[in-house]
């Protein structure tokens, strides 16, 4: 039940300044200029700034985001995914409009979910792909696809061991 699609990865430059606009060529966000500093690795009941998770797709993460209006139970499946393997990744709600943030036309999440991936080649880290499935529920299944196929494999091989919660 989730739709799927790639883009072209958009670039790897970092803001020079907290206040800069960013425009991402993709809802939600998967690649280009984005913060110098990642997201600690955790899941969030608050919005991350979108432009940190960038960063953290670059090292390798699987980010998920969730629609404000994703119902308690659906967000408590969310948890139980996290938690069977935690390493790179980085759930939170996306803040629709974002400060700080520009999107091409999309339609709001609501109470769909989107796991997002920035993944490179090894010797060619300028030259990556970006995936996005959107979900209308917690699909475990289809979450472990996602993740089995495209985390630890962003511009920045970060190891996946060293992603861990809270750092």
């Not at 670059?58 to 119902?71: K, M, P, T």
């Not at 339609?107 to 959107?134: C, F, H, N, Q």
Request: with cysteine.
């Amino acid at each position: 039940g989730c739709a799927f699609r790639s883009a072209p990865a958009a670039g790897r430059g970092h803001m020079t300044s907290e206040s800069q606009r960013v425009h991402y060529a993709t809802f939600p966000p998967t690649s280009g200029t984005h913060h110098p500093t990642p997201a600690v690795w955790d899941t969030y009941t608050h919005p991350v700034d979108p432009r940190q998770a960038v960063h953290n797709l670059e090292h390798g993460a699987i980010v998920i985001w969730y629609g404000l209006a994703l119902s308690a139970a659906e967000r408590s499946r969310l948890d139980d995914f996290y938690n069977e393997r935690p390493n790179g990744i980085l759930i939170s709600p996306l803040q629709d409009p974002s400060p700080g943030v520009v999107y091409p036309k999309h339609e709001r999440l609501g109470a769909r979910i989107a796991l997002t991936a920035w993944t490179a080649p090894r010797r060619s880290p300028d030259k990556g792909t970006t995936y996005i499935a959107v979900c209308p529920r917690v699909d475990l299944d289809a979450f472990r696809a996602f993740r089995d196929a495209f985390l630890g494999r962003g511009p920045e091989r970060i190891p996946v061991s060293q992603l861990r919660p809270g750092s």
